[in-house]
């Protein structure tokens, strides 16, 4: 009988997880480095990137470099293409973002800029730069990190729910693209998380309805999908709302809706 391959020989050796020093990105990290993969972590500050290597190496053993790098900057990719080339890089997670929330014409112009850099830019590049990599051998698996509220229109967040968009629909359509090369792509969609993130958002998520999953439960069910899903949105409640906003209500119906309900959650100065 044929042996399968395990999550190892499809994206080994190593794998580069930006963002992930925190949250989803380090989560991952720890699940990528629990099937044996060595990591390369990304993110700008060194000295939690330091902290999260130790912790990672401690429990897995696994070989782990560190790269500090803004990527929301192009010397900050330039940077990080150059200091991988020696690796045989077999997984890319892009965790690494920047959310924006508020009502958008009093939002800051350029912290809105910025978002689009990181979000939008950063996961063209990096992914146009790891899947040439990745061809060359034949194998490889990108994971690309969007947002539920990127399946539906999203007021007051509407900067951030597009750049998230824009990364479902790009994932979705390389899936197609670079299956028959041997890459898997992958797109995560989480809803709202318990992360530093989340608490930065100015949101009192427990007032919500919303059920609040933790970076773990997200990163788990990323890792046992990857592959075999395209689109993976983690959590029945978080599916629900997804199904819901594609297949029941109409943008318009939904942009209402969403409206009405972020109003009643977020900090009433933003608006
Ligand atoms: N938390 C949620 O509720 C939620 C829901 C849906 C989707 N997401 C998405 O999940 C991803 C991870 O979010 P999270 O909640 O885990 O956030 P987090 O805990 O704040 O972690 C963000 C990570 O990205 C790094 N990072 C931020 N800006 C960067 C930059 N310019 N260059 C390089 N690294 C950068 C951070 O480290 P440094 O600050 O040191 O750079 C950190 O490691 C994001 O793409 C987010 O949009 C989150």
Redesign the pocket.
Known sequence: MKKSLTFKDQYGDWALI??????????IAYEVARKGLNLI??????E??SQ?ADEIKKFTGVQIKTIV?????QE?IIGLETQTKEFEIGLLV??????NNGFFPKNDLQKEL?LL???VI?TMTLSHIFSKRMIQKGRGGILL??????HMPSPYFAN?AAS?SY?LNFGLSLHAELKSKGIDVSV???????????K??GID?TKSKVK?MS?DE?ALEAIEKFGKQVSIVPGKENRMLAFFAKHIFTFSKSAMMNEKFIRKTISQSKL
């Open positions: 930006t963002g992930g020093s925190s949250g989803i990105g380090k989560s972590l990304v993110a700008r500050g060194s939690t990137l999260t790098a803004d990527l929301s900057k900050g892009h965790s690494a973002g920047l959310e910025n850099q990181l979000n950063s990190v969007s947002s539920v509220i990127g951030y998230k990364i995560l969609s989480p809803g709202v998380t318990q992360t530093p993130m989340s930065k958002t998520w609040i970076s997200v």
